[in-house]
């Protein structure tokens, strides 16, 4: 079952991370807040597994990253997209709902029958 | 993404590393806090913290594969396995990389010699476009031209492109208020340098107009001799100093990277030509030696043709000399070494290639055990589907990584190998023979490496993919027994390395013996209390024949009344080292040979007692007397050969011998007939015939002293002999004053560094093949612990178990002396091709090699086959 949630998550961390920046340059600590905020905290996911993902996305040139200073006022790299990465989100948010849409009305069809 | 950063995240930087660093820090950092700030203490929070980030590491390997291409993630994975399982067997690891560096070392340390040598070009502008000219005679392929045939040859050089000339000259060096000194000049033409393309450090090259007899006393200074004999001083351009007796200025110096020790690295002093009246009409003597750069359109074709029409031209206007020359070009950079040094050159880098592949086979062996011991492993992953490729991948990966650290060290045994090289050359005259280790070199080493790591895990390779995968693992946790298969696969390797050694080991045994009995053979000579030197009179001083006559009348008279000097000599050469003078002979009252087909005959000239200074004995006839002068008769003293060969059955005592000159035969009375004498160099052959005229009667500027002592120190009566010449003229150069003893080993270093290669190479070869029959025969035993405890419970005595061992190790040893044998015999011939001039005993070297392997194959077994005679039975079997 662990593992079943894993994979789900990994297929939409990326979206939930390029969802999150589209509102502006942020650090690795406030997009786990906010992904967490936003789900309501139904989405529970070891928040360090967010690091693989931005550079992961950072390497396919989705978002571009910039040392700053935080409101505590340390360092921390903040991330913002690209314009490459606002083209991915739009894809990636049709490509959800059609999908979802598709799951929903196969379970729908199943409940139904 | 710029390709610079792709580049970059190819390789796991430091500031990157840290910069992930912070920033995971920091994620943590606020975690904690949060924690903090809901009532937690430091260190619960910093607990808490870590658990809700999750596993540290493993994102941090996440995020470095993210920054790799995903092969390259895989790679790296791949390598950190090899790693690991390399550093749980370090004892296999530090002998596999200890032979990877002596086996890859020998092997770059002689390609580094090769490419020294033969490889890397000269020091000149654009070297490739060089070639050296020869006129080749039916003696001498190599000839030099005349000075006349030069002039005529000028006058067409325009078609050809630059053809700039040189002639080696002695030059007697005097500087104000220091002792002479004998050096190697040459003369050359005032184009010489700009067609080398090198350009003097200080001041400037010769001018067309100091090629004129006249204005011909200008000097230009290799670099070695601007800092030994001008200590490196600058003012040294205008300097004036007397050369041959007469005054010269210096007007420049030459770039330390001109003299290259392989081709006339050993020339101090340059002079313009300054062709003399008597020169210009000169036919017959060839003097001049040529380098040319043809033009760049012309092809190799174009150039040899216009080189045959000069030679078709000068044979036709001055036939009686150049009838059967021909000119031909050979590129310069291919003539610093000749056709048998190239090959002995890459029979050294060849024969280091045996020792790799001995090294090779073991490691193979030691691989291929382990691979066994891993066997259950290997079916493992093949059962769960792994392909071959990923089954060798493995071990592919831990060959790759010993041999590159093996080739890391190699290049450091390398290092050490060309040190000493340079060292063992370095001659009398401190002519540093260099030997660099460049990119041609390092490239070597690595292709060498990866040709090693490749070649010593096909064995195992070859065995994983083969493996049985259910007999593997129906086998239990038990090491799989290995099949007859892989112990053949074994023997074969063991096999091949005595074959190998047994080569090697022929082939330095059977060079060195040549070489001792050639430098310890005294024919027709004594070197035992003989102190010889190199004297060179200066023609100012000594313009005519008879002031050279006086001289060396005073000079015998002189050490021969020294302290412990019984007699002394001088003479053109001596018997121990090559003569160069060969001349042209007929005997007297004979059919004359057709001309050009007269045969060669070494001549020396010698004062009277040269023959019991020597050693060399007069066997009939008389030697010569202080009667025999230029007024009287001429006289010659031939060898047996030549008597032999000139007056078969007969006596050739009063028989007329005769000189070809160029209008006919200057003859002499044969006085008596000598022992033949050999020189002590193996690999250069001499005309067997060779005479002797009285020094008397063929004076010249150059001369050998020799002083035979009743055995007194000679560290006494060198100094003695030194201030006798001096005291007989301050300005006269003495060079190379030494015992014969020490002239004959000073001139066979090279020989002797080439013997210092072989043997080392051989030792190393004969060392890992003990080694490996050594670990081989041991893990037999190992695997046939039960086997031998079965025979010693049913009744076997031990010395049979040991019996049983020695012999499965002597008969590997035997069937590899049996194929090496054949191979030292080809060796041998080689040898024999290389160095006409050694005697090598092959068949009784060949057999001695083959017992001395046998008797190491021995002893390699016997150690491990006590092992096996200390097996208890119950153990033995209660492990089974």
Known sequence: MEKVRKELLQGTLDLLVLKTLATGSLHGWDIAKRIAVVSNNRLSLKQGSLYPALHRLEGRNWIEAEWGVSDAGRSAKFYKLTPKGKKQLTEEKDHWHSFAAAMASVLGMEESS | MTIRKKLGRLFRSRRQELEMET??????????????????????????????????????????????????????????????????????????????????????????????IMIRPLPYGNSEGLDRIYRATPENPKGAISPADLLDLRQEAEAYGEIAVYAYVDMTIVQPGKPADLTHGIRVSSNYFDTLQVTPILGRSFSLEEEILGNHRVLLLSYATWQRQFGGEFDVIGRTVRVNGEPHEIIGVLPESYSDWRYMGHVDIFRPLGLTPEETQERAETTMHLIGRPHPHLDREESHTFLSAISEKLAGTHPEVNEGSYWWAQPLNLIVADAPSRGVLSMIVGLSGFVLLIGCSNLANLMLARTIARSREFAMRSALGASRLQLLKPLVLEALILSLMGGVLAVLVAVWVTDWLTLASTNLEGDVAAFYLDWRVLAWALAASVATAIAFSLAPGLFAMRIDVNEALKSGGRTVSPGRGHQRLSKILIIGQFAMAMILLAGAALYGKGLHDATSRRFGWDSQNLITGQILLPEGTYPDQESIRVFHQETLEKLEALPGAVSASISYYNPFLPWHNPQRFVPGGKNLPEPGREPLVEVNAVTPRYFETMGTPVHTGRGFLDSDTLNSPKVFIINQYMAEAFFPGENPIGQQVGAVDESGYIWGEVVGVASNVQSVFPDTQQWRYQLYTPMAQALEHRGEIAVKTNGADPEMLLPLIRQTMTEMDPDLPLRYLRTADTAVEDDTYQQRVLYGILSGLAYLGLGLAALGIYGVISRTIVLRTGEFGIRLAIGARVHHIMRMVLISGLKLSLAGAGIGIAGAYGFAHLIVMAFPGLNLDIVPVIFGTALVLIFVSLAASFLPSRRASRISPTEALRAE
Do not use: C
Not at chain 2, 64 to 88: K, M, N, T, Y
């Open chain 2, 23 to 116: 920033e995971l820090q920091f994620h943590l950092n606020q975690l904690a806090e949060e924690f903090m700030a809901e009532g937690l203490d430091r260190e619960s929070a910093e607990r808490a913290a870590k658990k809700e980030f999750g596993p540290m590491a493993v994102y941090k390997e996440q995020i470095w594969d993210s920054w790799r291409p995903p092969a390259l993630a895989d790679i790296h994975r791949s390598f950190q396995l090899a790693l690991r399982s390399l550093r749980r067997s370090p004892g296999f690891t530090a002998i596999a990389i200890l032979t990877l560096a002596l086996g890859i070392g020998a092997n770059t340390g002689m390609f580094s010699v090769m490419n020294s």
